[in-house]
């Protein structure tokens, strides 16, 4: 069993996997494990290795050395160097390892070429083409970010959560600032998506992960699969390319 641990800006995910399949995943605020990484990453029967891919400088060693006291196996860190099963249109010193790991994923779980939404702090649009191809894609604000910018940056509008109903005529301001996030990212992101099919003259199938996945695919029907799991699964996919012997 190997465990995998995907540190994002807001939340981290951690992942148990036995010969490719996940049997167990926990997910915790990121200030949490940088806090108090030993707490969540304990040695544990039948664990032997693990593998780390974090969009946070500040935690990964600390998380790192977490991991390696639980396993007693140095983990496998995915940083730009990082073998892995992709060809990488992309400059791999600016890639994020979330983004290497979604695509990783979407590789091998899903066939033929896919577009991946990422609904996080950040909004990422990933291209795979089904011969093994990480295009690249683009970088949106994600939903959180919209709202905490509009508070901060008016004297009136209040910061929401994007819980609720999302009509497009609202009546009162907390409703009209929630719909308008939403609306307006879905529609951008399915602009984008009618653009990369337009360019490559294909169609792409469309899975998204991230926190707000679930509420976007109510808004955006192009999603086909919503995956929580999915950069987990690509950096497990990773962590097997480079220790064969997992």
Sequence with gaps: MILTVVVGNTNTRLVWFTSHRPVRCRAL??????????????????????????????????VARALLRATAIPPLVVDRKTRTMLKVAYSRGQLGADRLCVAAGALRRYPGNTIVLDFGTATTV??????????????????????????????????????????????DTRTAVRSGIIHLLSGGVGHVIDSIEKKAGCRFNVVATGGYAPLMRRILRRIVRVDLDLA?????????????DA
């Design 232 to 244: 987990n699964r690509g950096l497990a996919e990773i962590y097997y390319v480079n220790r064969h």
């Design 29 to 62: 605020p990121t200030a949490a494990m940088l806090n108090q990484p030993e707490r969540y990453l304990r040695r544990e029967h039948g664990v032997d290795g693990s593998a780390l891919a974090s969009v946070v400088p500040r935690a990964t060693k600390p």
């Design 126 to 171: 990933n291209v795979v083409k089904a011969q093994g191809e990480f295009l690249g894609g683009l970088i949106m604000p994600g939903v959180g970010v919209m709202s905490r910018s509009l508070a901060g940056s008016t004297a009136q509008l209040p910061a929401v959560q994007p819980v609720g109903l999302h009509p497009v005529i609202a009546h």
